[in-house]
């Protein structure tokens, strides 16, 4: 997936630039050396009987100021998460309190059992029958609680909300979502989810949690697993340098295509990359063999999105790939062309981007979407332009208008190309991210929907006449936000095509726009809301028109959502949704 500064997801999303101000804010609010005073700590500490977590009684109210405390408690936190993940307790002993007191994870009666899909079982506990324990009890449990798992896949303590006492007395009030999923001691997998809150208190300057408050825990377990990761044993598994180290400061590359190339029945993946790109063969064991060098597709490298799809006409599977250019005066461009690969038939290709005049096209091309949108027989292509960061921020966070222009590519019959987006409309100023077409109102051609970053996405209803109407508002899935990607797909099996859509979420984000609920107007709010808030699910009505579904029906927590693919996973004639997510991440999960 193409990376993005994490800095550039605005004020909503991340923390205030007046971080000098608010140092220098909070040390006046502690004592010099912000440790817990030494007159404070007893020489033997006894467990309370009860954990109570009380709300702040002067609690600090200046935005700046309450998140910034907030996020530092939150960073510490992805880090004791990284030390359970490795169930390193010893080090993750250092973001508890001596002091601790809180009530274990581990060990809680049995309040429910249901079976879900596929035999999973979901069992919910009784939070009250938790102990109290002080510090080395609470990791001793929490180790004996996941310690039988064969593999932690992930743990995370996240920060919903904080809430932080003004004055000298500096600690804080958190409101905890634990996550923890792995391969269980029985070959299955499990994940715990728990709510809670926690205190956390400064010493030697950090915060630490010194009380943990448990509201509620589930866990969810299958016996044996759906999937299982073959990349290395299949050999397509390939590490690249680690994101903004030497041989890797791009922006932008991302994604994979499939087709059999070959045709011999088996599916075949290309993959773009920095250096060079690669073409894995499917075998008849199931294993793969790469072979981008030989069958002529090694390079340019660097693509943005790849495309298989038959260009010609001719039964096989050509290739267009993405790639970032731009035009900087007349006839001179700076950058990559897209690069067009005519498949030799056999597998083989041939780069004839030149010949098809892509040379004197350039796209910041993030994705590329085939559809006969002229029904002529002849497949098209959409190129969703985004934007060069690296030159010009997104002037806006709510609806950017200094994106690059999108493209739409007519194919003249195989044996070129000609940009038709400006006279059609859709060349546009949005900084568009992922496309999906399909004939979603069954009117017999090619509709368009557009996702774009930092703006409303776009639906652009053909006309049948070659011409496109931007429906998006009216059809009701205009969805503000941080549009990644889309898909069609009848998701409640009644004939109708839906949509889903992938956008950023933020917890930071929502945690400040609950701090500003009744401070703005209630339109103003909903829609940053909306910006944080993340996927959308919208169902097509059988009247015409799409119905967004809620929260409560499942499907649409996906964080920092990518891609999604909409496929019978497990063959019960459902459809289901596989979705990327995710950023680039240094040594700790804060680190983006």
Not at 363 to 378: C, I, K, P, Q, R
Not at 416 to 436: C, H, I, T
Not at 548 to 570: E, F, Q, V
Request: glycine share 12%; net charge negative; with cysteine.
């Amino acid at each position: 997936m193409p990376s993005s500064s994490a800095s550039r997801r605005g004020p909503l999303l991340h923390r205030s630039a007046c971080l000098g101000l608010l140092i220098s804010a909070l040390t006046a609010c502690s004592d010099d050396s912000g440790n817990t005073s030494s007159t404070e700590v007893e020489s033997k500490f006894e467990l309370p009987t009860t954990v109570e977590i009380a709300d702040p009684v002067k609690a600090i109210t200046k935005l700046e100021f309450v998140e910034d405390m907030t996020e530092e408690a939150a960073d510490r936190l992805l880090t004791f998460s990284d030390k359970v993940r490795r169930r390193d307790f010893s080090a993750a002993g250092a973001f508890l309190s001596d002091r601790f007191a809180g009530e274990g994870l581990g060990g809680l009666e049995i309040i429910d059992s249901k079976e879900l899909h596929l035999g999973t079982e979901e069992v919910t506990f009784d939070p009250s029958s938790a102990e109290i324990l002080g510090k080395d009890d609470f990791l001793a449990n929490l180790r004996d609680l996941i310690g039988p798992w064969a593999r932690m896949e992930s743990v995370i303590w996240k920060v919903k909300g904080g809430e932080f006492e003004a004055g000298r007395n500096s600690r804080g009030k958190l409101k905890l979502f634990v996550h923890m999923t792995g391969q269980n001691e029985e070959g299955g997998w499990s994940s715990l989810a728990a709510w809670g809150h926690a205190r956390v208190i400064r010493e030697g300057g950090l915060w630490v949690v010194d009380r943990f408050d448990l509201d509620s825990v589930v866990i969810t377990k299958r016996p044996g697993t759906i999937f299982t990761n073959v990349s290395t044993s299949t050999g397509v598994a390939h590490t690249g340098v680690r994101f903004g180290k030497p041989g890797n400061t791009s922006y932008a590359f991302n994604g994979a295509a499939s087709a059999d190339v070959n045709a011999d029945g088996f599916w075949d993946i290309f993959v773009p990359s920095d250096g060079r790109n690669y073409l894995y063969l499917g075998q008849p064991d199931g294993t793969f063999k790469e072979t981008a060098e030989s069958s002529g597709l090694a390079g340019p490298h660097e693509g943005t999105g790849p495309l298989f799809f038959d260009l010609d006409n001719d039964g096989d599977q050509d290739l267009l790939v993405g790639q970032v250019g731009w035009a900087t005066g007349d006839d001179e461009f700076g950058g990559h062309p897209l690069q067009l690969y005519i498949n030799n038939g056999e597998g083989s290709f041939t780069n004839r981007s030149s010949e098809f005049g892509l040379d004197h096209q350039r796209f910041v091309a993030y994705s590329l979407t085939a559809l006969d949108y002229d029904a002529d027989g002849w497949l098209d292509v959409f190129v969703s332009g985004y934007g060069r960061l690296e030159e010009e921020h997104n002037n806006s966070w709510i609806e950017a208008t200094n994106g690059a222009p999108n493209g739409l590519l007519r194919n003249v019959e195989g044996r070129g190309f000609v940009d038709v987006a400006d006279e059609l409309g859709l060349q546009g100023s949005s900084w568009s991210y992922a496309a999906a077409a399909a004939d979603y109102d069954q009117d017999g051609d090619c509709d368009l929907y557009v996702a774009n970053d930092y703006g409303t996405n776009q639906l652009w209803r053909n006309e049948g006449d070659g011409t496109f109407l931007e429906v998006a508002e009216q059809e009701g899935v205009s969805d503000a936000g941080n549009g990644m990607g889309v898909s069609w797909g009848d998701l409640n099996s009644d004939g109708l095509l839906d949509l889903y859509v992938s956008n950023m979420s933020s917890t930071a984000g929502n945690r400040i726009l609950g701090r500003l609920e009744g401070t703005i107007d209630p339109e103003t709010h909903a829609m940053l809301r909306k910006l944080a808030a993340g996927n959308s699910i919208f169902i097509a009505r059988p009247d015409g028109g799409f119905e967004r579904r809620s929260k409560s029906h499942g499907g649409l927590g996906g964080s920092w959502a990518w891609s999604p693919a909409i496929c019978d996973l497990d063959l019960d004639g459902y459809l289901d949704v596989y979705l990327a997510n995710g950023f680039v991440t240094g040594d700790q999960p804060f680190d983006t």
